[in-house]
Each structure stands twice: as C-alpha cells, then as structure tokens.
C-alpha cells in the first residue's frame, strides 16, 4: 500500500523556516546493512532537496533536511494537528515530555522539536544501526532534547515510570504492519499508565477497505479512555480504500462537534492536500459497534491489516 504524500509548495512554510538546500552534510545515496535488514538513502525526485529513507525495502521516512517543518506524510500532518490542538488545550508547551513508539529518521521528533523547542524527547527504534546512522546524517538536537534509545517499543512502554508522559506517539511498523503486541489492548493499559492524566495518545493505523483493524483499536481504546477520536480522508473513512488511519486517547476532552476547538481542527484538516476528516467519540463508538478489542494471547494470529508507513 502506498502512502499519500504532501507534494503542495508551502510558501508560508518556506518564508518561516529558510529555503530547503539540495543537499545536507553526512546525507549520500546508499544502502547500509543494520541490525534488522538494510536501510536506502535516496533522494526525492519529486521535493527538491529532499531525501527517502526506506528499510528493507519499505519508504519509512521523509527528510528536508534544513526543513524539520516540513512534513510531506500526510498522516504526520493529522498527528501535528490532533497533537497541537491538544497541547494548546490542555499542556505546557514548556514542559512537555514525549514519547515515539517507532523511529525511522525521526521526522516527528524533528517536527516537534523546532515546534516545541524546550520538549524533551525520547525516540524508541528498534534498529540500534539505523539510530546511529540517523545521528551521523542529520543534525538532531542533543540530549536531553532528543534522546534515541534503541529497544522494543512495547519492553521501553512497560519499563517508564508512570505518568512520566504527556505525548505518546505510536508509529512502528514491521514490513507493512503494526506488530500484534502493540495492537491489543494490555498495551494500550500500559500507554494509559505512562501518560499524565490530561496527555494524548496517537496511533498510526494501516487498514484496509474493512476498517477490520481500525474497529479493533478504537475498541482497545475505548476500553481505557474517555476521549477517542479519528482523521483519515473521506474515501478511507467510508471503507472505499485502504490506507492510513489516525487515532487519538485522552482522559482530558478532545475537540467535540460544533465547539471552536472542534471547527478549528475541521478546517486545518480540510485544507491539506489530501483532505481529512475528525470525527469524535460517539462516531468512533457507533464505528466500534459490538467488535472487542484483541488481547495478548490473540497477538501472534492477529491478521495483517497494514500500510507503508513510518516516522
């Protein structure tokens, strides 16, 4: 499955962050051998300047390198955007401590570290090579900024502190899906744990045209929090294609029909390349119906409803 990407020249973008430049130091075309196959540098014919990571094969991420603004993924911008709305909401922007379930080039830490600029951050890959070729290829903010802590998402979720988070973000992927064991509901418990009791959770779910695997999660969710939500286009809401799904957890409200926060972020979405929709707990629960969450002991049958994606 492929990704939608954001190919739109942003000039109000462009004019707050500098002009891309056409090539970056440590950046060189080439495939590298790493602890969980091999990873390509190659750059993007279509974004001048720009560059595509894929592992084993699969696009992961997307990198401007002088551009952290700049995120070509469109599910990435459905993250900013549930994640901003929130954090304006119910956060400090000063002290806020975020979590990346999945790595890759690290465009999301990137991303919320020119956001956000006095975030600490903790980016959990599971490819010990890949994080150390990330820090030779771009320059990353240091710890305690940004840390990369090479592990399993799942071991690192279970082995923080509790309410040790406002943001946790989900995006990890082997091959073309999500492992089963982030996908149940036990894990979703222990995300609920580390988060404060007013942060988010994201996900990044690949589904497709059944919405199997979406049902599934927000049934999870549904399970823990008080507050679900979910962005994906039109088509991909309606079952017409397959692709990326975006949900969002709270215990403290998210934007609800018909309130400024809600009709804020309905615009915002409205107006990206690829158009997207939020759509509120009631909707999720009606979507939900009487699907049950999966649980640990289904996780290694779980079926494979997935999509390229990563960080």
């Given at each position: 499955?492929?990704?939608?990407?954001?190919?739109?020249?942003?000039?109000?973008?462009?004019?707050?962050?500098?002009?891309?430049?056409?090539?970056?130091?440590?950046?060189?075309?080439?495939?590298?051998?790493?602890?969980?196959?091999?990873?390509?540098?190659?750059?993007?014919?279509?974004?001048?300047g720009a560059?595509?990571?894929?592992?084993?094969?699969?696009?992961?991420?997307?990198?401007?390198?002088?551009?952290?603004?700049?995120?070509?993924?469109?599910?990435?911008?459905?993250?900013?955007?549930?994640?901003?709305?929130?954090?304006?909401?119910?956060?400090?922007?000063?002290?806020?401590?975020?979590?990346?379930?999945?790595?890759?080039?690290?465009?999301?830490?990137?991303?919320?570290?020119?956001?956000?600029?006095?975030?600490?951050?903790?980016?959990?890959?599971?490819?010990?090579?890949?994080?150390?070729?990330?820090?030779?290829?771009?320059?990353?903010?240091?710890?305690?900024?940004?840390?990369?802590?090479?592990?399993?998402?799942?071991?690192?979720?279970?082995?923080?502190?509790?309410?040790?988070?406002?943001?946790?973000?989900?995006?990890?992927?082997?091959?073309?899906?999500?492992?089963?064991?982030?996908?149940?509901?036990?894990?979703?418990?222990?995300?609920?744990?580390?988060?404060?009791?007013?942060?988010?959770?994201?996900?990044?779910?690949?589904?497709?045209?059944?919405?199997?695997?979406?049902r599934a999660?927000?049934?999870?969710?549904?399970?823990?929090?008080?507050?679900?939500?979910?962005?994906?286009?039109?088509?991909?809401?309606?079952?017409?294609?397959?692709?990326?799904?975006?949900?969002?957890?709270?215990?403290?409200?998210?934007?609800?029909?018909?309130?400024?926060?809600?009709?804020?972020?309905?615009?915002?979405?409205?107006?990206?390349?690829?158009?997207?929709?939020?759509?509120?707990t009631a909707?999720?629960?009606?979507?939900?119906?009487?699907?049950?969450?999966?649980?640990?002991?289904?996780?290694?049958?779980?079926?494979?409803?997935?999509?390229?994606?990563?960080?």
């Amino acid at each position: 499955m492929s990704k939608k990407r954001n190919r739109k020249n942003r000039q109000d973008q462009a004019e707050s962050a500098g002009a891309a430049s056409s090539d970056a130091v440590g950046l060189v075309e080439g495939t590298w051998h790493t602890d969980t196959g091999t990873v390509q540098l190659e750059h993007d014919q279509y974004v001048p300047g720009a560059w595509v990571l894929r592992v084993n094969g699969v696009p992961s991420s997307h990198i401007v390198p002088d551009r952290p603004d700049q995120l070509e993924f469109e599910y990435m911008r459905w993250f900013t955007a549930l994640a901003e709305e929130h954090i304006d909401r119910h956060l400090d922007p000063t002290t806020l401590r975020i979590l990346h379930l999945g790595g890759g080039a690290c465009s999301m830490a990137r991303y919320l570290a020119w956001r956000y600029p006095d975030a600490r951050q903790v980016v959990v890959e599971l490819d010990a090579a890949l994080t150390r070729l990330v820090r030779e290829w771009l320059d990353l903010p240091r710890a305690p900024l940004l840390r990369i802590r090479a592990g399993e998402a799942r071991e690192v979720t279970e082995s923080l502190h509790e309410s040790s988070r406002e943001v946790i973000l989900r995006d990890v992927f082997a091959g073309e899906q999500t492992p089963g064991h982030l996908r149940t509901v036990e894990f979703v418990r222990h995300v609920d744990r580390v988060l404060t009791s007013d942060g988010i959770y994201l996900m990044n779910v690949g589904d497709t045209r059944n919405l199997k695997g979406t049902r599934a999660e927000l049934a999870a969710l549904l399970e823990v929090f008080e507050h679900v939500g979910a962005v994906a286009d039109a088509a991909m809401l309606k079952g017409r294609r397959y692709g990326n799904v975006v949900l969002a957890a709270s215990h403290a409200p998210l934007p609800e029909p018909g309130s400024a926060a809600g009709a804020a972020l309905a615009k915002e979405l409205l107006g990206g390349p690829l158009p997207a929709q939020y759509k509120d707990t009631a909707w999720c629960r009606q979507l939900v119906a009487e699907t049950q969450p999966w649980n640990d002991k289904e996780a290694d049958q779980m079926p494979a409803v997935g999509t390229i994606t990563g960080a």
